[in-house]
């Protein structure tokens, strides 16, 4: 396969240049230069004609040159251009695994069940799925992936780390584990197995309703809608939603389910690279504009998990309880290249509506408390019980 210089930098170029009117979160463009792009290559940094320099000395000089694969070559410049970009959610997926990264908007992939997000360079758990092999296995919220099957993860992407963890069911996968408060570090192997994400899982305890969504992904807002119809039809009286350990997902699902809560006012905010701001506002019709609801959150609490419970909190309409989120405020796009792989880039940062930045902080509590599982559930409920007598709210242990 010989590549002259122009292809070389039309494909450069169509990593480089980011178009700020494409969908956000989740959605997917496919770029093509036209001949107006094409005639801009000429004004490139000079630079970027050594790509084309580099390629022209290994094809020259190099000692194995029959076995030179200018496909690798190349995928090779775009992951290390991208990745010196030195924003952890902005990655190069060549065209083999590009399709594998669609599956996390389906619900069901293979693997082993875990969420996983990049936090102060360390590629961390933000939840494994319940009864997922990862939980069986004991992996934890916050755990640190320190190698996956032998390989260190220092230089790795969340996304990267992702795709060497999935794999077809029944093959194993080696991790090596850092947790906090134990000294060694933990080696496991897992075996994985087709995973089916249920987005959205609801039930009633007695007038109360509980709502948990795992992850926003393509059903999420039908899923959730019916779930709130079906609480409603049979006589909830208030709403625990449960967003512990949701990691995030699509944007404009996020803005569906918050809008299940609110009249009016803003969802989210959206800010660009030029400054320029996008407003989210509240979609007419939701369902439950007037229900008592609380909101549960820990550090597994990311991204679009995070747009909801920020929109709710900061519009009145519902107090937060647990722990701190995790505190991922970025926008992504996943645009197509040529040649079937992709760039996905970060092209906007989000604010709550009052305006608050989250990114390595998170959203803090109405209701601060290290409860776990069913016993902040428990509490929520005795809250929402209070409420609907009109009792003050129950005190919570921390």
Same mark, same amino acid.
């Given at each position: 396969?010989?590549?002259?210089?122009?292809?070389?930098?039309?494909?450069?170029?169509?990593?480089?240049?980011?178009?700020?009117?494409?969908?956000?979160?989740?959605?997917?463009?496919?770029?093509?230069?036209?001949?107006?792009?094409?005639?801009?290559?000429?004004?490139?940094?000079?630079?970027?004609?050594?790509?084309?320099?580099?390629?022209?000395?290994?094809?020259?000089?190099?000692?194995?040159?029959?076995?030179?694969?200018?496909?690798?070559?190349?995928?090779?410049?775009?992951?290390?251009?991208?990745?010196?970009?030195?924003?952890?959610?902005?990655?190069? %997926?060549?065209?083999?695994?590009?399709?594998?990264?669609?599956?996390?908007?389906?619900?069901?992939?293979?693997?082993?069940?875990?969420?996983?997000?990049?936090?102060?360079?360390?590629?961390?758990?933000?939840?494994?799925?319940?009864?997922?092999?990862?939980?069986?296995?004991?992996?934890?919220?916050?755990?640190?992936?320190?190698?996956?099957?032998?390989?260190?993860?220092?230089?790795?992407?969340?996304?990267?780390?992702?795709?060497?963890?999935? +794999?077809?069911?029944?093959?194993?996968?080696?991790?090596?584990?850092?947790?906090?408060?134990?000294?060694?570090?933990?080696?496991?192997?897992?075996?994985?197995?087709?995973?089916?994400?249920?987005?959205?899982?609801?039930?009633?305890?007695?007038?109360?309703?509980?709502?948990?969504?795992?992850?926003?992904?393509?059903?999420?807002?039908?899923? %959730?809608?019916?779930?709130?119809?079906?609480?409603?039809?049979?006589?909830?009286?208030?709403?625990?939603?449960?967003?512990?350990?949701?990691?995030?997902?699509?944007?404009?699902?996020?803005?569906?389910?918050?809008?299940?809560?609110?009249?009016?006012?803003?969802?989210?905010?959206?800010?660009?690279?030029?400054?320029?701001?996008?407003? %989210?506002?509240?979609?007419?019709?939701?369902?439950?504009?007037?229900?008592?609801?609380?909101?549960?959150?820990?550090?597994?609490?990311?991204?679009?998990?995070?747009?909801?419970?920020?929109?709710?909190?900061?519009?009145?309409?519902?107090?937060?309880?647990?722990?701190?989120? %995790?505190?991922?405020?970025?926008?992504?796009?996943?645009?197509?290249?040529?040649? +079937?792989?992709?760039?996905?880039?970060?092209?906007?940062?989000?604010?709550?509506?009052? +305006?608050?930045?989250?990114?390595?902080?998170?959203?803090?509590?109405?209701?601060?408390?290290?409860?776990?599982?069913?016993?902040?559930?428990?509490?929520?409920?005795?809250?929402?019980?209070?409420?609907?007598?009109?009792?003050?709210?129950?005190?919570?242990?921390?």
């Amino acid at each position: 396969m010989t590549f002259k210089r122009n292809t070389i930098l039309s494909i450069l170029l169509a990593v480089a240049v980011l178009m700020m009117s494409l969908p956000l979160v989740g959605c997917e463009s496919k770029w093509t230069l036209s001949d107006a792009d094409n005639r801009t290559l000429q004004g490139l940094p000079s630079q970027f004609s050594e790509i084309s320099q580099a390629y022209q000395i290994l094809q020259q000089y190099y000692v194995d040159r029959q076995g030179l694969d200018a496909t690798k070559l190349l995928q090779g410049a775009l992951k290390g251009m991208v990745a010196a970009v030195g924003d952890n959610y902005t990655v190069y %997926f060549p065209p083999q695994i590009y399709e594998s990264t669609q599956i996390e908007y389906t619900g069901v992939y293979q693997g082993i069940g875990a969420y996983i997000g990049k936090k102060d360079n360390q590629i961390v758990i933000i939840a494994p799925i319940p009864g997922s092999p990862a939980a069986a296995a004991g992996i934890k919220s916050g755990d640190v992936i320190l190698k996956i099957d032998g390989q260190p993860t220092d230089q790795m992407s969340s996304d990267e780390a992702s795709l060497k963890i999935r +794999g077809p069911a029944g093959t194993k996968v080696a991790l090596t584990i850092g947790r906090k408060d134990v000294k060694d570090p933990i080696e496991l192997s897992i075996t994985r197995s087709e995973i089916t994400v249920a987005s959205v899982t609801s039930e009633m305890h007695d007038q109360i309703a509980y709502i948990r969504i795992t992850q926003f992904i393509l059903p999420t807002t039908n899923d %959730f809608k019916q779930a709130l119809q079906d609480s409603i039809d049979k006589g909830a009286k208030g709403i625990i939603l449960d967003l512990r350990d949701n990691p995030g997902g699509i944007l404009d699902q996020a803005v569906d389910v918050a809008s299940q809560f609110l009249l009016r006012g803003i969802v989210v905010k959206v800010v660009d690279k030029d400054g320029k701001e996008s407003v %989210f506002k509240v979609r007419p019709g939701g369902l439950a504009l007037n229900m008592p609801l609380i909101v549960l959150v820990n550090g597994g609490s990311a991204s679009a998990s995070e747009i909801v419970a920020g929109a709710l909190q900061d519009n009145g309409r519902a107090k937060l309880a647990g722990s701190q989120t %995790f505190g991922k405020a970025s926008v992504q796009n996943i645009i197509r290249l040529d040649d +079937g792989g992709a760039i996905k880039v970060t092209v906007a940062h989000y604010y709550t509506p009052d +305006g608050k930045l989250i990114s390595g902080t998170g959203l803090t509590p109405d209701y601060p408390s290290d409860l776990k599982d069913d016993e902040l559930v428990k509490w929520a409920e005795d809250y929402l019980n209070k409420i609907i007598a009109q009792q003050p709210a129950p005190a919570l242990a921390k």
